[in-house]
């Protein structure tokens, strides 16, 4: 068997993007992906995998004939040490490769110096409007645009997430409070379990003993703590709905994230940080941040009486800087036509054009696992 794909880098993640007509007939996705990025194998040895959470995924594209959305898209989160394929929530990082795809392939003609691509994340039924830069009417000769955690240019995406909240629960607060009492490990958390972008649960730092002015330490901290965080987030899992018991909460999500209102360090006073922030994933710590769980983020410093409203204050303007391992990430929120879009700006470019080829014959319907990757 023999797939064509593309090797893209998108934000601070690197995903394997293929077009839905390239993965043939008469196989299962659950099982081909796998295969393709060889696992279950901690090395990924005999695959495309990179052996981490942010290189081991997969973006699934095809043209829909709705007239309102350019480019629908489906998520794939691939296992590393399991062969197992996790559909179950979208990343923020990955999406903006597709309306560079899209232009790149030519399913969108580039107007202007910015063009809008509509696209619309099959996992949750997410709208996110892409705005890629295109001077002059076209992508730059060039890769130009810097970012965060990233230490080569690429072309500057725009990724505006329309009306958020709930696209995963159908609620912002999936539990219907601001804060709610997980106990895990003999002791009582006080959480916030959010749901925009992707369901959340936020723990206080100060709660797991990591001191808010010595970020840089705080990886160290939370490596000691993984078993108790993940007793928490599913534990989260079950109580917004996302599983019906804590064993069968999938890996992916709810995402984790810990965080603290920064104090007045000279680092902090450089980069202006709203919030302190460590994210996991996969049961790790990220090393940058889930863009899907910026967005969480972000409505859940604008939301009271959650556990990151009260560590802003509620004074936050449209822009929210969050601070993360590879840097400050700014998020914005603005309304337009009714409809609260929260953004953030990436960048993405294309790595390489291969031919993958798979000796294994896998059986069922690849349209099969794309419809189940929707539900």
């Known amino acids: 068997m023999k797939i064509e794909a593309e090797w893209m880098r998108g934000g601070t993640s690197k995903c394997w993007v293929f077009e839905a007509g390239h993965l043939g007939e008469g196989t299962s ?22 052996a981490t959470s942010t290189t081991s995924k997969a973006m699934i594209l095809h043209r829909p004939d709705h007239e309102d959305i350019d480019v629908d898209f489906t998520f794939a989160q691939v296992g590393i040490e399991e062969a197992a394929v996790d559909w179950g929530s979208n990343c923020g990082n990955c999406s903006a490769v597709v309306g560079l795809y899209a232009i790149e392939k030519g399913w969108v003609v580039p107007t202007g110096d910015v063009t ?29 645009a810097q970012m965060p955690g990233v230490p080569f240019p690429g072309y500057r995406v725009g990724l505006g997430f329309q009306d958020p909240a709930g ?9 219907g409070s601001a804060t709610d009492t997980i106990t895990a490990g003999g002791t009582r958390w006080t959480v916030s379990m959010v749901d925009a972008g992707a369901p959340v649960v936020i723990v206080r730092a100060e709660d797991l003993g990591l001191d808010p002015a010595r970020y ?10 993984l078993d108790t965080l993940d007793q928490i987030r599913r534990q989260a899992a079950v109580r917004m709905g996302l599983a019906p018991t804590t064993a069968q909460a999938a890996r992916a999500i709810p ?30 710590p990220h090393p940058a941040l889930a863009i899907t769980g910026s967005i969480a983020l972000t409505l859940a410093a604008r939301t009271p009486g959650t556990v990151l409203h009260h560590m802003t204050g509620g004074t936050q303007g449209a822009a929210l800087k969050l601070r993360t391992p590879a840097g400050v990430l700014e998020t914005w929120t603005e309304e337009k036509d009714g409809a609260v879009i929260v953004g953030v700006d990436r960048t993405a470019r294309t790595i390489a ?11 069922n319907a690849a349209e099969e696992a794309l419809a189940g990757a929707t539900r």
């Open 167 to 175: 696209k995963t629960t159908g609620a912002l607060l999936p539990t």
């Open 216 to 225: 840089e330490n705080w990886q160290a901290g939370v490596e000691l703590q």
């Open 255 to 284: 995402k984790l994230a810990i965080a603290a209102a920064p104090v007045a360090d000279q680092a902090q006073a450089t980069d202006g940080s709203d919030i302190n922030v460590m994210m996991l994933s996969m049961g790790r």
């Open 353 to 363: 054009t291969t031919v993958i080829h798979l000796p294994e014959a896998l059986g």
């Open 29 to 50: 996705l659950d099982s081909l992906l796998p295969r393709v990025f060889g696992s279950p194998d901690s090395r990924q040895i005999d695959g495309v995998g990179g």
């Open 116 to 144: 809008r691509i509509v696209t619309r994340n099959t996992n949750t039924g997410q709208v996110i409007v892409q705005r890629v830069a295109t001077p002059a009417g076209a992508l730059p000769i060039v890769p130009d």
